[in-house]
């Protein structure tokens, strides 16, 4: 239980990271250049990670350590599921193009895989080599 503990909030906390990086690039030289909204860009992506982690991720890795499928693939696909659903949903930019709304996909699904990752090492790859 500890290690799904750290492994969800590692998630949290890489998404912050991934997301503040990127915003904090991108609005360099724009109107948009002050640090603090691509901290408040960043915090309300890792709220969105947090939620996505103890409604979705959870249930998943637990489905898939019952169906013993724990492989990276499985914890990387399903990761985009909730991205996919997040961005045509709830629409949280507004009214976008259907252009615009693939852009945020990608990249909301690029933060998902990654956290993925994180996840998945510190739940499943770590756990199988500190027991072996």
Do not use: E
Not at 94 to 100: A, E, T
């Amino acid at each position: 239980m500890k290690s799904l503990y750290i492994a969800s909030l590692s998630t949290v906390l890489t998404v912050f990271v991934v997301t503040f990086v990127v915003t904090a690039i991108d609005s360099i030289g724009s109107d948009y250049t002050d640090i603090r909204i691509s901290l408040l860009i960043a915090s309300v992506a890792a709220i969105v990670a947090l939620i996505v982690v103890m409604v979705w991720a959870l249930p998943v890795h637990f489905a898939l350590k019952k169906l013993n499928h724990q492989g990276f693939f499985w914890y990387l696909l399903a990761s985009v599921v909730p991205c996919v659903v997040f961005i045509y949903a709830f629409k949280p930019f507004g009214q976008d193009s259907n252009i615009d709304l693939i852009k945020q996909t990608l990249f909301c699904s690029f933060c998902g895989c990654i956290g993925a990752g994180i996840f998945w090492y510190m739940a499943v790859y770590r756990q199988r080599i500190t027991s072996a």
